[in-house]
C-alpha cells in the first residue's frame, strides 16, 4: 500500500512566554502526549509561514503550509472564501471579507460582534441587502462573510482582529472601492441600529453587530489543483470557508464535519473520526483547527491551553487507528499578550521520517530540531520525500 500523509494545524498554536504561566508558552503549559510523541520519535524544526511584505494572516500562511507560493497566487482572503461558499466569480469582481463587528463611541470593540451566530448574521446581512446597490453582502458562518462588488478595483483595508480596542475611522478602507464600502458601512450601521437581532442580543446582554467591516479583497486566484503539483489525492476538513475555499481551488476534497464550528466549542473528536475515514481512501488530509486562534484573540489562556489540549486528543485519536506520515504544526502564532497574529516562524515536526533529539512539541524546541528554519512551501514536499 502506498504511504498516505496527514497535517494537523492548530492555527495560532504557538505564542510567547507567559509570566501567568511562569515563563512557558500555552503549548509548554498544555498535556500535549500525541504532539510530543510526534516530535520525540520524529523530527522538529521552525516553518515561515508568512513571506517577506506580507500581512501574517491564516490566508497567507495556510497557502503556504498546503505548498502554495503566496507571492505568485495570493489576490486576498475574500476571493479564496468566495470559492468555499459557492460563489463564482467574474472576472472583474473583487470579493471582500465581510465581519460582523461591534462599534462604540468610535472604537472597535469586537471584531466578532460576540461570536453571532450564522443564523443571526444571515437575518442582518438579508435587511442589509434590500439597501445595497451594486454590491451584494453573501451570508458565511458566524461572525465571517462576504461582500461582492462587480468592476470592483480593490482598496487598502485592515482586518478587524488586528486593531480591536483602537477608533475605527483609522483604519477604514482607502483607495479606489472604498467610496462605495464606506457607503455600504453606513447604510448597515443605519440599518442594524434597531434591528430585531441586535435588540434580542442586547436583551441577552450580547454584543449587537453595529456595522459590517469589509477587508481583504481580492479576484480569483491561480491555484493549481493539488493533485497535479503533489501527484496525491488530497482533502481538507475545516469548518472555516478561508480553508475549504483554498481547498476548493486546489480541487481537493471538501469533508464537512457536523459539530465543527470553527470556534473554541468545535467537536474535536468528530474530526478525528472523519478524519479516519477520509485516509482510508485518499493519500493526503490536511486538518486544520481554528479555536486555539480564537482563544488567542480572546486574549485568554485558559481557553488557549484547553484548545491546544483538545488538539492532541483529536491527534491521538487519528494516531491510534493510522500509521502514515504526520506533520504537526501552527500556521502562525497568535500571542495573548497582542490578541492578533505575528510572522515569527512556528515549529513542526514531522513523524514517520528521522528521528532527532527534540523531546516535545513546542516553540524551544522547533529550534533545536534537525529541519532547521524552512520557507512554508517546503513542509508537503519533506513530508512525502
Not at 186 to 192: A, D
Not at 366 to 373: N, P
Request: some cysteine.
Amino acid at each position: 500500500m502506498s504511504e498516505k500523509y496527514c497535517i494537523i494545524l492548530g492555527d495560532g498554536m504557538a505564542d510567547e512566554p507567559l509570566a501567568e504561566l511562569s515563563g512557558m508558552t500555552p503549548l509548554e503549559a498544555a498535556h500535549t502526549p500525541n504532539m510530543d510523541y510526534i516530535a520525540r520519535e520524529g523530527s522538529m524544526g521552525l516553518l515561515k509561514t508568512v513571506p517577506e511584505g506580507y500581512s501574517p494572516g491564516s490566508d497567507i500562511a495556510n497557502l503556504s503550509v498546503l505548498g502554495y507560493d503566496p507571492v505568485s497566487c495570493y489576490t486576498g482572503r475574500g476571493a479564496l472564501e468566495a470559492a468555499s461558499m459557492g460563489i463564482t466569480l467574474g472576472d472583474e469582481d473583487v470579493a471582500y471579507r465581510c465581519n460582523l463587528v461591534t462599534i462604540r463611541n468610535g472604537i472597535i470593540e469586537d471584531f466578532n460582534a460576540g461570536h453571532i451566530s450564522s443564523e443571526e448574521g444571515a437575518a442582518l446581512l438579508t435587511s442589509l441587502n434590500k439597501h445595497l446597490t451594486g454590491m451584494i453582502c453573501y451570508p458565511g458562518i458566524s461572525y465571517r462573510n462576504l461582500i461582492v462588488l462587480p468592476g470592483g478595483k480593490g482598496c487598502e483595508s485592515t482586518a478587524p482582529h488586528d486593531v480591536t480596542g483602537q477608533q475605527a475611522e483609522l483604519y477604514l478602507p482607502k483607495g479606489s472601492d472604498a467610496e462605495k464600502l464606506l457607503k455600504a458601512m453606513e447604510i448597515s450601521r443605519e440599518i442594524f441600529a434597531d434591528h430585531p437581532v441586535n435588540r434580542d442580543r442586547i436583551r441577552r446582554e450580547k454584543n449587537p453587530a453595529t456595522s459590517i467591516w469589509p477587508w481583504s479583497g481580492g479576484k480569483h486566484p491561480a491555484i493549481q489543483p493539488f493533485s497535479d503539483i503533489f501527484g496525491l489525492k488530497g482533502g481538507i476538513i475545516s469548518a472555516v470557508d478561508l480553508l475549504n475555499g483554498i481547498g476548493t481551488y486546489a480541487k481537493m476534497e471538501i469533508i464537512k464535519v457536523p459539530g465543527a464550528t470553527g470556534f473554541i466549542d468545535t467537536d474535536y473528536q468528530a474530526k478525528a473520526r472523519y478524519a479516519i475515514e477520509a485516509l482510508k481512501y485518499l493519500d493526503f488530509l490536511f486538518i486544520h483547527v481554528e479555536a486555539p486562534d480564537e482563544a488567542g484573540h480572546m486574549g485568554s489562556i485558559e481557553e488557549k491551553v484547553k484548545a491546544i489540549e483538545r488538539v492532541d486528543e483529536m491527534i491521538g485519536t487519528i494516531m491510534s487507528q493510522f500509521t502514515g506520515r504526520i506533520a504537526v504544526l501552527p500556521d502562525h502564532p497568535t500571542p495573548i499578550r497582542i490578541k492578533t497574529h505575528t510572522a515569527d516562524p512556528v515549529p513542526f515536526a514531522i513523524l514517520g521520517k528521522e528521528k532527532d533529539t527534540t523531546t516535545r512539541f513546542s516553540e524551544k524546541e522547533g529550534q533545536k530540531g534537525k529541519y532547521g528554519l524552512l520557507p512554508g512551501t517546503s513542509l508537503i514536499p519533506l513530508l512525502i520525500s
